[in-house]
């Protein structure tokens, strides 16, 4: 019944920034984790960005410095903003929730565009 929805999304020039949202809707309970990953077509999907309840937080090493991750469990929302944007991130970002139980929930992805 959970669901997820991303906004923020849209076309940028390269070093340009974009702030993505994401919102729960129905009741999640046990929130570990939340996160984004990201897809371009035809190839495989990449993880971004994760946060824990605790604040803990993780980049891949192409985002370390340029995204940041924030997020609130008990909310069920998670953002992601990302500065220096480059034509290498344009992709369907999606947010994800990782429920104690090890369920996986996932939006429909906001598109992400960087170009010139």
């Avoid at 019944?1 to 702030?19: A, D, N, Y």
């Avoid at 809707?25 to 605790?54: C, F, H, K, N």
Wanted: charge should be positive; aromatic fraction near 10%; include cysteine.
């Amino acid at each position: 019944q959970v669901q997820l929805v991303e906004s923020g999304g849209g076309l940028v020039q390269p070093g340009g920034s974009l702030t993505l949202s994401c919102a729960a809707s129905g009741r999640v309970v046990g929130i570990y984790t939340m996160g984004w990953y990201r897809r371009t077509p035809g190839t495989q999907r990449e993880l971004v960005a994760t946060i824990t309840g605790d604040g803990s937080t993780w980049y891949r090493n192409s985002a370390k410095g340029r995204f940041t991750i924030s997020g609130n469990s008990a909310k069920g929302t998670v953002a992601l903003q990302m500065n220096g944007l480059e034509p290498e991130d344009t992709a369907v970002y999606y947010c994800g929730v990782h429920i104690s139980n090890g369920t996986f929930y996932w939006g429909q992805g906001t598109q992400v565009t960087v170009s010139s």
